[in-house]
């Protein structure tokens, strides 16, 4: 089903055309009412007039998420505070989060894209959705349950946790569709194996995942185990929340709703933009957004971009899954981590030093991370009982600094590699390519 068959289909004259006009306002209005893109384009000697066809984007600076940090809380809000009626964060735990502010029409094409994005799932006015992406700060869950309303489908709004009770509603709500992090649909399909609940009984067609890496043999996997599509989902607290774009049943790339977000990709390195299926960082601006304009995003997200039209008949441009970071940020069961998070709660252990090294595995379904820590030579030769205090005391310390519990394992001193350069904190067994 095509939600919105004008803007998904139009041809790409019109779709540019669109672009234009739509960037050319949002670019005034971030520069009449945002100081920091004011000062930025004033040190660039920039104005808005400057935009004329959609090659000048590249004239534009970009904005990063360091940028929204500095502006923590609403720096970056340009209309007044009464304008604004709902506030998220992206979904790290600690740190400062960056915010996202929404006016009524900020909602408003919120529910719009994610409408688009649950039909392109199937859903219409007799599915149950039900929504298993956290509900509160996060944007999974309010996103998913706007869009589930305006399309006329009845939202179970369950949010995030306790399987057995999810279980229980699929079976006794008859759910239709179900959203959630790939990782959780896996673990869900795991328990119902151990239950013993016959998949073909249940009303089951169709699941939106995302919020994280996946890959295509997940897919599969959660396909044949769930007996279902499975579709996936991509979008950020800072542009919207997820929105940004959806994968259609032809399941061969997401198609990004372009004419309220458009994307760019260029190197990360030298930040030239690439052309056509080159892969590197995807960067986004929002055409329409209200209450926080962005320009240019850094989104650090790796992908390329493809123009062919798609069998759905959508002219929209289609992302590749996304297959790793320029940063070394991790989504850890969807919550975002940083290793400097982990180096904050070490060094906050008396005498511990900062040798240590993150190593993510995904042994069946759900992410576990491992903090392998050195001991101090002390330590190392203390009676193992102490050994066993200080391993639970780091463990808590990081769950205190991060929000999920870690297995921490201290090694030999002076037996982590050491690097001249960057240091590799991160080996990510995962695979996402
Ligand atoms: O994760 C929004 C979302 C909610 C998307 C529910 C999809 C479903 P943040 O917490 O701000 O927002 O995290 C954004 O998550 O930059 C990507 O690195 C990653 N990400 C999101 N969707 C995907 C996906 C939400 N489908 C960050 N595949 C992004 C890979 C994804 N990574």
Redo the contacts with the bound molecule.
């Keep these: 089903m095509i939600w919105n068959k004008e803007a998904e289909c139009m041809s790409s004259e019109e779709k540019k055309e669109i672009q234009l006009n739509r960037l050319k306002e949002i670019v005034k209005r971030a520069y009449e009412n945002v100081p920091y893109y004011k000062k930025r384009f004033d040190e660039m000697n920039l104005k808005p007039e400057d935009i004329q066809k959609l090659e000048d984007i590249e004239k534009l600076p970009f904005t990063t998420k360091t940028d929204l940090r500095e502006a923590y809380p609403f720096g970056m809000f340009a209309v007044a505070d009464e304008e604004i009626i709902e506030v998220h964060t ?2 790290g735990t600690t740190g400062k989060p960056t915010v996202s502010g929404y006016t009524q029409k900020d909602i408003d094409i919120w529910s719009e894209v994610m409408a688009r994005a649950l039909s392109m799932a199937g859903a219409g006015k007799k599915d149950k959705i039900q929504n298993c ?1 956290g509900y509160g700060l ?3 869950g309010l ?1 998913v349950h706007y869009g589930t309303q305006k399309v006329g489908a009845t939202v179970i709004p369950i949010s995030a946790g306790n399987t057995n009770r999810q279980i229980e509603i699929i079976q006794d709500f008859n759910t239709n569709i179900i959203t959630c992090t790939p990782s959780y649909a896996l673990y869900l399909a795991e328990v119902l194996e151990k239950q013993g609940v016959d998949i073909d009984k249940l009303g089951l067609k169709a699941g939106v995942f ?5 890959t295509e043999e997940m897919r599969n996997e959660i396909e044949k185990r769930l007996g279902i599509d499975a579709l ?6 800072e542009i919207i ?2 929105g940004v774009a959806q994968e259609c049943m032809q399941k061969n790339g997401l198609h990004i709703f372009e004419d309220h977000f458009y994307p760019e990709i260029i190197d990360p390195k030298t930040q030239e933009t690439l052309g056509e299926g080159e892969k590197g960082e995807l960067v986004l601006t929002t055409l329409t957004r209200e209450g926080m304009p962005i320009i240019r995003f850094r ?1 650090k ?1 790796i992908t390329a971009l493809r123009r062919e039209v798609c069998d759905c008949g959508r002219t929209l441009v289609r992302m590749d ?2 297959t790793g ?1 320029t940063d070394d940020m991790m ?1 850890i069961r969807g919550v ?1 981590v940083f290793p400097s998070q982990i180096e904050r709660a070490l060094l906050k252990i008396e005498g511990m030093e900062p040798q240590y090294q993150i190593i993510v595995t995904r042994p069946e379904y759900l992410d576990e991370l491992e903090v392998q820590v050195e001991a101090s030579p002390a330590l190392f030769s203390d009676e193992v009982k102490h050994v066993e205090e200080v391993k639970r005391m780091i463990e808590k310390q990081i769950h205190s600094e991060i929000g999920l519990r870690v297995n921490v394992t201290l090694v030999e001193p002076e037996s982590l590699p050491r690097s001249e350069g960057k240091a590799i904190r991160v080996i990510d067994k995962r695979n996402f390519e």
């Design positions: 992206s979904s992406y996060f944007t999974g996103g995302g919020a994280e890496m996946w996936n989902i991509y979008g950020l607290t929340g997820p989104t997200d899954r996304i970071r989504k975002i």
